[in-house]
């Protein structure tokens, strides 16, 4: 190995993409500030499905890319701040709503912990790859899934059954195409960060 790659793989070790970033505070503000607008900006992206309360949005895919490039502790207090300004009226929920009380409001906690958990596995590196890149954007999906899924159970007094038809089968197919931009754009961006390194 050369002695000029070596610095490059120490920076990488333990980073996520927003780590590259000069260190401060103001940078942790930025970026956590910008994770939630992208989110919200994301999440106005959005397409009804016919038979559902929950529409098809941008803002899934938003949230774990922010978790991705952020870590840990940043996606998780830009996904709490999306989710708290919109509680407090902030229109930027999917179709321009805010509030706790509607039925897809499980699927943004489920943002929060998913946003959590693919932050901690980018800073081990499951950003670096195509293949552990889909696997960290199918774990998070999944996260979604498991809190949205019931939470749309119990506040619209459908069976598991009918909330599974209704607020996760009409969404595989487009979250497969989400983790396909994810497995190309993460990567890549290590790769030419490497490169300019």
């Known amino acids: 190995m050369s002695t000029a790659a ?14 590259l970033l000069p260190a401060s505070r103001t940078r942790d503000i930025a970026l956590v500030v910008g994770g939630a607008a ?20 941008g803002q899934t895919f938003a949230a774990l890319l922010v978790g991705t490039a952020l870590g840990a502790r940043r996606g998780f207090l830009a996904l ?27 699927y943004i906690l489920g943002m929060l912990l998913a946003s959590t958990v693919v932050g901690a596995l980018a800073r ?12 960290a954007m199918v774990l998070g999906s ?17 069976s598991l059954g009918q909330a599974v038809a209704a607020g996760l089968t009409p969404f595989l197919i487009g ?20 490169r300019k390194g």
Do not use: C, E, N
């Not at 902030?90 to 409001?105: D, N």
């Not at 754009?185 to 790769?191: D, F, G, M, Q, R």
């Open 38 to 57: 992208l989110t919200g900006l994301a999440a106005q992206l959005s397409v009804p499905v016919p038979g559902s309360p929950v529409p098809v949005s």
């Open 80 to 106: 709490a701040l999306y989710a708290v300004a919109g509680m407090a009226g902030v229109p930027w929920f999917a179709q321009a709503t805010s509030g706790y009380g509607m039925p897809s409001f499980g």
């Open 6 to 19: 070596a610095p490059v793989r120490s920076l990488r070790a333990g980073t996520v993409l927003a780590d």
């Open 142 to 158: 999944a996260i979604i899934y498991a809190v949205g899924v019931p939470y749309l159970a119990l506040a619209t007094g459908m």
């Open 124 to 135: 081990r590196g499951a950003d670096r790859s195509v293949l552990r890149t889909a696997g």
């Open 175 to 194: 979250d497969a195409l989400k983790a396909a931009l994810a497995m190309g754009a993460l990567p890549a961006a290590w790769k030419l960060v490497g």
